[in-house]
């Protein structure tokens, strides 16, 4: 093989960008050991160029994510996961290199998709559970996946590959993303933060009223692109019928998560849509019904709730430790537990509920 063949996706890759930048020499970073032969970091390279449009940012962009050499995986479509990350920073004026934490950022996502097959989409969103640089005071504290505005699809000699661009988020625009969507929001705010450049020291674009009644005006209309949650805290115990009393089914969930779906059931079932909660054990698919009753398979939970339900729990389903019983189903008890928010170390920084 030569050299051009060896490399086909990386210079697919390189091609794209240089029609961006033109001559300009990015910053790059390269990984000495491999990570299939020990090394820390997954992606092979990173590349950072200087942008000057709408504001002075880093445009950097991952080489890894995607078969960047020969052909390795059986689908012919896509090129490796199907996607490269991008990352707008923004920039001093006399800053000659990339931060640190941006280019560790992209790594530890990196580590995320490797170790865990989980790919990113445009639309989704992830939740850092604090600050996306550690130690930084900033508001930022979650991430969220669009495609890049200025760079397009392309297909390498070993398949599809997109820009995804990755944007710091805070705690309540993650939560408007959830229980409407990522690009509405993203739209709405797109004035505040012009080219979804990251910028550690903004505040949340919720707090702009003209954004606020847009984002609720969305939720009226759409309802919520929200259809699959991954939920760390969930557990299902079944109803026991004896001769002398009957024990209600169990639903459990952690504080934080319960927040969330509260704030969900009016932009999905309401909306005649379904919602699934998923732990590594347990998945739980709540369903708008005519009729409240459930079908359990293995570890697959169908819970079917009336509108009388689901207005009931929209208004008792709230981020506290505690018991809920429903007038409208005594045959259901939701159970709502303590969330604890860990550092990387392991270590509780927070505990919800």
Not at 35 to 47: A, H, M, N
Not at 197 to 226: H, K
Not at 241 to 268: H, Y
Not at 342 to 347: H, L, V
Request: net charge negative.
């Amino acid at each position: 093989m030569t050299q051009e063949e060896n490399t086909a996706g990386w210079d697919a890759i390189e091609e794209a960008v240089t029609k961006l930048y033109g001559e300009q020499e990015p910053k790059h970073y390269g990984t000495a050991i491999p990570y299939i032969l020990g090394g820390q970091d997954p992606l092979d390279g990173l590349s950072a160029y200087k942008a000057e449009s709408p504001s002075p940012h880093w445009h950097i962009v991952t080489f890894g994510f995607s078969e960047l050499y020969e052909k390795e995986s059986e689908d012919p479509e896509y090129s490796g996961y199907g996607f490269e990350l991008t990352f707008r920073v923004a920039r001093e004026k006399d800053e000659v290199e990339p931060p640190a934490w941006a280019l560790n950022l992209l790594q530890n996502m990196a580590r995320y998709v490797f170790n865990s097959g989980n790919v990113f989409t445009a639309g989704d969103y992830l939740d850092a559970n604090g600050p996306i640089c550690l130690g930084a005071d900033t508001q930022l504290t979650a991430l969220a996946f669009i495609p890049d505005p200025e760079l397009d699809i392309i297909h390498t000699p070993n398949g599809r590959v997109e820009f995804l661009q990755m944007v710091g988020i805070t705690d309540d625009e993650l939560e408007a993303m959830k229980i409407w969507n990522t690009r509405g929001l993203l739209e709405a705010g797109k004035e505040e933060i012009p080219g979804y450049i990251t910028d550690l020291s903004r505040n949340s674009m919720l707090r702009v009223p003209a954004i606020q009644e847009s984002v609720q005006l969305g939720i009226d209309r759409d309802g919520s692109s929200t259809g699959f949650l991954y939920v760390d805290q969930l557990a299902w115990e079944p109803g026991k019928n004896s001769l002398f009393s009957k024990k209600p089914s169990v639903l459990t969930l952690g504080a934080k998560q319960a927040e969330t779906i509260q704030k969900l059931l009016r932009g999905r079932l309401l909306k005649g849509k379904e919602l699934m909660l998923m732990s590594k054990e347990i998945s739980v698919t709540l369903e708008p019904s005519s009729t409240t009753g459930f079908e359990i398979n293995e570890h697959k939970v169908q819970l079917k709730l009336d509108e009388a339900i689901v207005n009931e729990l929209m208004h008792k389903l709230l981020p506290i430790e505690g018991e809920i019983r429903l007038s409208s189903y005594k045959h259901l008890i939701i159970q709502v537990v303590k969330t604890y928010i860990k550092d990387q170390d392991g270590n509780v920084v927070s505990t919800i509920g």
